[in-house]
């Protein structure tokens, strides 16, 4: 199947600082991405859908200005969580839709974030 | 709207089989699909089903899926230790982003 890379797959930053995490499509070209985020024993909550070479579209309750979304090239989209509070910590993981159909959502291993 | 349920837990002996269930309310589901989830790691996708599918089957695992009741159930035949994860039902009508069920935690004991 289809490869997405995601990293880091852990960071540990100070209150107040940015950290960017970074999806690759590694074999495929994805003009749509997804940004997850996952709590404890939680399912996974959409935060937006990234579009390569237009605006994130952001759902309901997400910080625009706080989770900026970049999405550059058919090949990687970066999410930063700006400004990181102890509360932004939790895991994020990015999904991209499979060459050839929509029928086929891949993930990246996720990006383990605690903010101290 | 766009509920998925499934129950938190199951407990299974190994080479017994495993049914995981999961409902959904939103009849416009056109894929459905299972993910597997490992401590610390992101998803992997098992397997999934058209809506104009009533069953498919992957090796050890079957895929049930009932229109009517909207109900889907994923089937492991000959449960092994390394089946121990997470799984995840989800969603969508085919332009949208994924609706996932909360997990249902599998353990599998020895």
């Known amino acids: 199947g289809a490869v997405v890379s995601q990293h880091p797959s852990r960071v540990i930053c100070k209150s107040g600082t940015s950290v960017k995490i970074e999806c690759r499509s590694l074999d495929f070209q994805a003009t749509t991405m997804f940004w997850y985020r996952q709590f404890p024993k939680q399912s996974l909550m959409l935060m937006a859908t990234s579009n390569e070479g237009s605006k994130a579209t952001y759902e309901q309750g997400v910080e625009k200005d706080k989770f900026l979304i970049n999405h550059a090239s058919l090949t990687l989209s970066t999410l930063t969580v700006t400004s990181a509070h102890p509360e932004d910590s939790s895991f994020y993981i990015c999904s991209a839709r499979g060459p050839g159909g929509t029928e086929k959502l891949f993930f990246g291993s996720g990006t383990q974030l605690s903010v101290l | 709207g766009e509920d998925v349920e499934q129950s938190l837990f199951l407990s299974v002996r190994e080479g017994d089989s495993s049914v995981i269930n999961c409902t959904y309310t939103?009849?416009?589901?056109?894929?459905l699909y299972w993910y597997k989830q490992e401590p610390g790691a992101g998803l992997q996708l098992l397997t999934y089903i058209f809506s104009n599918m009533d069953m498919k089957q992957d090796q050890r695992l079957t895929v049930l899926l009932n229109k009517k009741d909207k109900h889907l159930s994923l089937r492991i035949a000959d449960t092994q230790t390394g089946d121990s994860a997470i799984y995840f039902c989800?969603?969508?009508?085919?332009?949208?982003?994924?609706?996932f069920g909360k997990g249902t935690r599998l353990s599998v004991i020895a």
């Open positions: 989800a969603w969508t009508s085919g332009n949208t982003p994924l609706v």
């Open positions: 939103d009849s416009s589901s056109t894929y």
